[in-house]
């Protein structure tokens, strides 16, 4: 939506774009984000690189001490960089055979259903492409590697070993917690459940690979029915900062 708004308005000021587009805030400075990580939009100042890579807490701190501080309202134009001229089937191609390897890469398993909750990805269909002529390369493999999900599936070779490997494993009540912001938050698309937002002030806690518990600003809410002496481990599992452990010479 953002990156057509840039395409139909030309450079555009961050209130042009919130007009045009009728997001909020915080969801257009997400979506200016992630267009300039793909290296699909820039800004006619360093200071609007500056503030995409500035964290909440430091704007926050910002905004406190300067009484109505805007970051996104003062860096200037943001604007689409232009494509350069090139044979421009196959660029599209190598493209799009990046992603797909990215993708593998972060994944191991590939599916329609499993992309949904990325951004700025080429079309299913050009990815389909890639990946078929990946397997009959030999560089992956497709197939039904996970139950529940229709169409397509495609994996590394060494994805399918580790499956393999972790199906065998006896359960060991494992506890593992993540920023929700993570790839690895599929809550509400690999697992049962209510997608919980990619938000980085939130946290999720997982055990056995299973979603149990989430933060919200300190505050946690277990997803299923959990013993009341269990309740204090998983908090503190979920709600621990490991900090690297100080040197004293």
Not at 174 to 192: E, F, R
Not at 196 to 208: C, E, G, H, M, V
Request: proline share 4%; aromatic share 10%.
């Amino acid at each position: 939506m953002v990156y057509a708004a840039l395409k139909t308005l030309g450079a555009s000021f961050f209130e042009e774009l919130l007009s045009e587009t009728g997001l909020l805030k915080s969801y257009l400075e997400e979506a200016l984000a992630e267009l300039a990580a793909w290296g699909l939009v820039t800004v006619d100042s360093f200071q609007g690189l500056r503030t995409l890579i500035t964290t909440q807490k430091v704007q926050h701190q910002r905004s406190k001490r300067y009484p109505g501080y805007d970051p996104f309202t003062a860096v200037g134009r943001w604007s689409i960089i232009r494509e350069t001229p090139g044979n421009g089937e196959a660029d599209r191609y190598q493209h799009c055979e990046y992603i797909a390897q990215v993708l593998l890469s972060r994944y191991g398993i590939v599916f329609r259903k499993l992309l949904e909750q990325e951004a700025v990805l080429p079309s299913w269909r050009d990815l389909l492409y890639v990946f078929r002529r990946m397997e009959a390369r030999g560089d992956l493999r497709g197939g039904r590697f996970v139950q529940g999900f229709s169409g397509e599936q495609f994996a590394l070779p060494e994805a399918l070993n580790s499956l393999r490997a972790i199906r065998k494993k006896p359960k060991t009540c494992d506890l593992i917690a993540i920023s929700a912001a993570d790839p690895l938050n599929l809550t509400g698309v690999i697992t049962p459940g209510q997608r919980i937002p990619t938000q980085a002030s939130q946290r999720i806690l997982y055990r056995d690979g299973k979603p149990i518990a989430v933060s919200v600003k300190g505050k946690v809410s277990f997803l299923e029915s959990i013993e009341a002496e269990e309740e204090w481990k998983l908090k503190n599992a979920l709600l621990r900062n490991r900090l690297p452990v100080k040197v004293v010479s």
